[in-house]
């Protein structure tokens, strides 16, 4: 049975670290009103997080009062997104660097608009089923932080 984790705002208001997430992991979390919105107004949650490092793992982000939008990035660097659209997952494969966080946006997808509700941020193995399923994409490969 999966770890459910405390939603984001908890952690944000505790300022606890980054949750580590692996394969069967899952973080629970909501649109509301009162969150971040974007310049074109769509309100997103932003998840700091580290992935186990190693293997390729797929984050899918599944919601049903929305269609899930998902960026991951690196800092200023985004690798990669995707939209999930009736009823599918938003998925993306990133392999995560070791030590470092990597921060989720989670969004009402394009077709959504303005949209609230309950979404989970789940964490997987990328087998050929759920890839396919979800038509999940690769991201980019995070940069190794600069000597300094």
């Known amino acids: 049975m999966p ?12 300022g606890c670290q980054a949750p580590r997430l692996g394969p069967g992991d899952r973080l629970d979390g909501a649109l ?14 932003a998840i700091p997080v580290r992935l186990a ?18 960026v991951i ?8 997104q995707s939209t999930g659209r009736d009823g599918r997952a938003a998925c993306l494969v990133v392999e995560a660097p070791d030590g470092r966080a990597l921060d989720l946006y989670v969004s009402s997808g394009y077709g959504s608009g303005l949209a609230y509700g309950e ?8 087998t050929a089923e759920l890839r396919d399923a979800n038509l999940c994409l690769e991201t980019t490969r995070p ?5 300094g």
């Open 3 to 14: 770890r459910l984790l405390l939603p984001l705002l908890v952690l944000a208001v505790a």
């Open 143 to 147: 940069s190794e932080p600069a000597d």
């Open 53 to 70: 490092a190693g293997s390729p793992l797929a984050v899918l982000v599944r919601a049903e009062a929305f269609d899930p939008f998902l």
């Open 119 to 126: 979404y989970a941020v789940e964490v997987a193995e990328p």
């Open 73 to 80: 990035a690196d800092g200023d660097a985004r690798l990669g």
């Open 32 to 45: 509301a009103e009162g969150d971040t919105h974007t310049d074109d107004d769509y309100v997103v949650d």
